[in-house]
């Protein structure tokens, strides 16, 4: 009994060291970014006076003429996330240890995915420009870059987690490389497959509205345009459409992963 409480007393003293530590590091943080948390809390009913006053109500008016850069954000996430899991899969494949002997390919291959992932998209969509000028092509090709180092990580440690016990029988029966990955690995991976690449896809309906705004075409760059033409109200309906865009489109993969998982 005296054992339990010590036990207890120690645990409770570790949560309050542990609070401690991050209350200290919070604070530590605001001083060097010299940012008064007071400063935010006082300027925030100013900011919504302001947006209440400047962007209600939503102007639907124009809202059809939008909706070819709507199916332009919806298809820039389709195209995006299947290309990027196509490749995804090969890449996971020389990432995971239970597909790739070879530990110097592993590691090259893994580098590459953390430096694609390890760059956020807008940063991606910013250099393409240089290259392709502003387009569809830039939104397109930043999202496929970003969203592949993503998902062949995730692709790679699921396949790491699989049991090897089912590969490796059938690497003892004889059977070829193609053999044990499409008999042994694929069936246990499907799963899981379809739930990281449904995932990225709501992901990448959001990506896709924020490289609108640097020129990559779909609804992101109506609302930015809006926004510095003073067009708030206009802008404001446009952020609804998207709010509503993004909450169908996690319903609808929801209904879909229930489906088919």
Same mark, same amino acid.
């Given at each position: ?127 393409? +420009?240089?290259?392709? #000028? !502003? $387009?569809? *092509? ?12 993503? &998902? %062949? ?60 705004? +640097?020129?990559?075409? #779909? !609804? $992101?760059? *109506? ?12 802008? &404001? %309906? ?24």
């Amino acid at each position: 009994m005296n054992r339990e409480i010590v036990l207890s007393q120690q645990s409770s003293l570790k949560k309050r060291t542990n609070i401690s530590f991050i209350s200290t590091v919070i604070v530590l943080t605001f001083v060097y970014l010299q940012v008064n948390p007071l400063t935010i809390l006082t300027a925030f009913p100013d900011f919504l006076l302001f947006f209440i006053q400047n962007f209600f109500p939503a102007d639907f008016s124009n809202l059809a003429s939008y909706l070819p850069l709507i199916l332009e954000t919806i298809l820039f996430a389709i195209v995006g996330t299947y290309f990027s899991a196509f490749l995804a899969f090969f890449f996971g494949l020389l990432m995971s240890e239970k597909t790739n002997p070879i530990a110097w390919l592993r590691i090259i291959s893994r580098f590459m995915m953390s430096f694609l992932r390890n760059i956020p998209v807008l940063v991606w969509a910013s250099l393409l +420009v240089y290259v392709f #000028g !502003i $387009g569809n *092509m830039v939104g397109l090709i930043a999202l496929i870059i970003a969203t592949l180092g993503f &998902l %062949a990580r995730s692709y790679a440690e699921t396949m790491n987690e699989i049991a090897g016990s089912k590969l490796e029988a059938l690497q003892a029966s004889g059977a070829s490389y193609l053999q044990v990955l499409f008999h042994g690995l694929i069936p246990e991976f499907i799963p899981a497959w379809l739930n990281w690449t449904l995932f990225s896809f709501e992901i990448n309906i959001r990506a896709s509205a924020i490289l609108g705004m +640097v020129g990559a075409g #779909g !609804i $992101g760059i *109506m609302i930015q345009t809006n926004i510095r033409l003073f067009n708030y109200h206009q802008a &404001l %309906a446009l952020i609804i459409v998207l709010v509503a865009l993004v909450l169908l489109t996690e319903f609808g993969v929801n209904k879909l992963r229930r489906w088919l998982v």
